[in-house]
């Protein structure tokens, strides 16, 4: 019984940073299943309900600003990944991670994959659920502080939501910790 998990907005500037974990059975298959880096919005929103339906369990994750600003992202991205994987209906035997950094779970036996979403089915689906949920999210706290435009960047470090917080400072939602403009502004906090 292995599990794989992911994360998904570390490097956002506002936001949480949010993990799935995903066991599938054996006998899944799915063609168009990869990175949900790779993948369209819409096909991301496609594979979500087939994922949830087809998997033996998932479980998903939000560790939100205040708590990034505390421990650092790599450790609330670990955390995420652990919340996840504890939201299971079942333990796993066995877990694998995407990428290179983890903190070992109840002493059950981990591996970590570089690249492992495009490779490993039950990481990519944990990819993708990570991603959905997150994007979710974003588009939710969109309507609050529709300025920033996170339905589109999903709190990403793009230009346009630089230009955002350069013009109407932060929010609840940004991280604290995070350079948040390349040429460090004093902000009101």
Known sequence: MECGTDEAGRGCLAGPVTAAAVILPNSFKNKILNDSKQLSEKNRNFLRPLIEESSI??????????????????????????????????????????????????????????????????????SVLAKTYRDEYMEKIHEEFPMYNWKKNKGYPTKEHRAAIKAYGITKYHRKSFRLLPEQYKLDI
């Open 57 to 126: 369990s998932f479980g998903v994750q939000h560790i939100f600003e205040p708590e990034i600003d505390t421990i650092n992202i790599l450790n609330a991205s670990i955390k995420a990944m652990h919340g996840s994987i504890e939201a299971l209906k079942m333990m796993p035997e066995f877990i694998i991670v995407d990428g290179n950094r983890f903190k070992p779970y109840k002493n059950i036996p981990h591996q970590t994959i570089i690249k492992g979403d495009s490779k490993f089915m039950s990481i990519a689906a944990a």
